[in-house]
């Protein structure tokens, strides 16, 4: 039955019908007797794709990405602030100081990690988008309307190469930030003293000079999101 389940998956997911889902459910489970496996078990697919319309997921999906990448800007200045509060810090407890730094450190890597997902998840619904309609650009009968269909249809392609693109640039982008970052809380953990600060001090300007830089890379990333959102709903 699992089997039977993950083969008419693409069928469920191109016509979205709650009539096949259901007979589906049903044969999974009070037909054999077996619960359904999860949709993880299945494939990578999330369950909103068998019922969302593959636009509408794509602007969710885009969203998303959009959502995770200004939330990493914020944990990326507040990181670099702590990093910058540590390299003037004189006196008291500098374990503190570390501690406080390789949270910041730490949340900024957790926001990071989600771009990757999420564009994953822009990826695999702007391929559903984009399979869904050259199929359909068959079912046109008027050689006009197709070809303006076409037309239509390769824009929204190139617009969407675009914007992964310019997202997994900013996603590598973040690693050899992170990199850095983590290579100062290291070396200030090992030494939770002066001299380690002063090392700090040094690596700032270069450090926060990469900072800005990923951040306004991901503000252009941003803005290419927010522009595909807009020409998809037009």
Do not use: C
Not at 201 to 215: F, K, Q, S
């Amino acid at each position: 039955m699992p089997k039977m389940f993950a083969a008419l998956l693409p069928l469920l997911m191109k016509k979205r019908s709650w009539l096949l889902i259901a007979v589906v459910a049903w044969l999974a489970l009070g037909g054999s007797g077996m619960s359904l496996p999860s949709m993880d078990s299945v494939t990578d697919i999330s369950i909103d794709r068998l019922w969302k319309e593959p636009r509408d997921l794509l602007v969710d999906r885009v969203e998303d990405a959009r959502d995770a990448q200004q939330e990493t800007i914020e944990e990326f200045k507040t990181a670099m602030e702590k990093f910058k509060a540590v390299t003037g810090f004189e006196g008291g407890e500098l374990e503190a100081q570390y501690e406080k730094l390789n949270s910041a450190y730490e949340r900024s890597a957790a926001r990071a990690a989600e771009i990757e997902s999420k564009v994953d998840k822009v990826t695999v619904a702007a391929n559903d988008l984009l399979q869904e309609w050259r199929d359909e650009l068959q079912d046109y009968h008027d050689p006009r309307m197709r070809r303006m269909a076409e037309v239509k249809f390769d824009q929204t392609r190139a617009r969407a190469e675009r914007l992964i693109a310019s997202m997994r640039t900013v996603e590598g982008r973040t690693k050899p930030v992170l990199a850095l970052f983590r290579d100062q809380v290291l070396f200030l953990k090992h030494n939770l003293n002066a001299r380690a600060i002063s090392s700090l001090d040094r690596e700032r300007v270069r450090i926060e000079g990469d900072v800005n830089r990923l951040i306004a890379e991901m503000q252009a990333a941003i803005d290419e999101a927010e522009a595909f959102i807009r020409a998809l709903q037009v």
